[in-house]
């Protein structure tokens, strides 16, 4: 409670990361209004990515194919970092745990960027298209798994810096795989490419608030969670429309070698005709 009246207070905030606190002094009642119009918003968040993950498991026990393994990994990384970032994870799976509420941030991070590095690895078919590329990858791979097992013992703030500084990189990486696929006929790399730049847009709205260019609102605080979701449904959309695809081009297949085989059948019964009439 305070009293009426002009007051003075002061507040420390001592933190091993980025430091965002904007100050809002709510009364009790705009407080809970705050809270149960906020609290939808993350829940409905974290619901769009918990259907998605149950969506590409079972298309993976439907289909066998493996582009849906490093998705659904890459959702529930990305999924658990998140829930760790907006600290409830520490307020719902794991309250006790303090050491690991911190520790888990930059872990799962590294674990979300390396299913996305084989996910993108598989998505735009480096394998075949880029061996070099290909390479690249598995250097990528094993650069974050070291990191991984880093933010366990190192601690949170040069875990969280370390990872964040080869983010950057890694990024303009992947949209140049991207660009690379597509130049080279890859049908999917679009849909990579514009998932790639929901998510960057979000992401840019969100740190253009943190450091006070644009101000506190609905797109700026939501931008980031909103273009990762954007991002994952495009990727979705963009493996179902390779799988149609690929089966598109499997029944053409069928269809052309159905009619060779047709063909060879008359010409040998014709064949056969000919050397019994002789």
Do not use: H
């Not at 493996?66 to 307020?91: E, P, T």
């Not at 070099?132 to 880093?150: C, D, Q």
């Not at 990189?169 to 890859?186: C, D, E, H, M, S």
């Amino acid at each position: 409670p305070i009293p009426p009246g002009s007051r003075t207070y002061y507040l420390r905030v001592q933190s091993t990361s980025n430091t965002s606190l904007p100050i809002i002094l709510w009364s009790q009642l705009d407080f809970f209004d705050e809270v149960s119009t906020e609290m939808p918003l993350l829940w409905m968040f974290y619901g769009i990515l918990a259907v998605m993950f149950l969506y590409n498991v079972i298309l993976f026990i439907w289909i066998r194919e493996k582009d849906y393994v490093y998705f659904s990994l890459f959702i529930i990384g990305f999924f658990l970092f998140r829930m760790g970032y907006n600290g409830l994870a520490a307020q719902f799976l794991w309250p006790e745990q303090t050491w690991w509420a911190n520790a888990c941030i930059p872990f799962f991070l590294n674990l979300t960027i390396i299913s996305m590095i084989l996910f993108s690895r598989r998505f735009l078919k480096i394998d075949s298209l880029a061996p070099r590329m290909y390479r690249v990858f598995l250097g990528l791979i094993i650069i974050y798994a070291f990191l991984a097992g880093y933010s366990l013992v190192g601690g949170y703030a040069s875990a969280i810096r370390i990872s964040l500084a080869i983010a950057v990189p890694l990024l303009l990486f992947l949209i140049f795989a991207g660009f690379y696929a597509l130049g080279r006929g890859l049908r999917s790399a679009r849909f990579y490419l514009i998932a790639w730049l929901a998510f960057l847009v979000g992401s840019i709205l969100n740190v253009l608030r943190d450091f006070g260019v644009l101000p506190v609102m609905f797109l700026t605080t939501w931008g980031q969670q909103i273009g990762s979701a954007l991002q994952i449904v495009l990727f979705s959309l963009g493996l179902a429309d390779r799988i149609r695809t690929v089966s598109a081009e499997n029944e053409r297949l069928y269809t052309e070698m159905k009619s060779i085989n047709e063909e060879l059948t008359r010409e040998i019964d014709e064949k056969n005709r000919i050397g019994v009439s002789l």
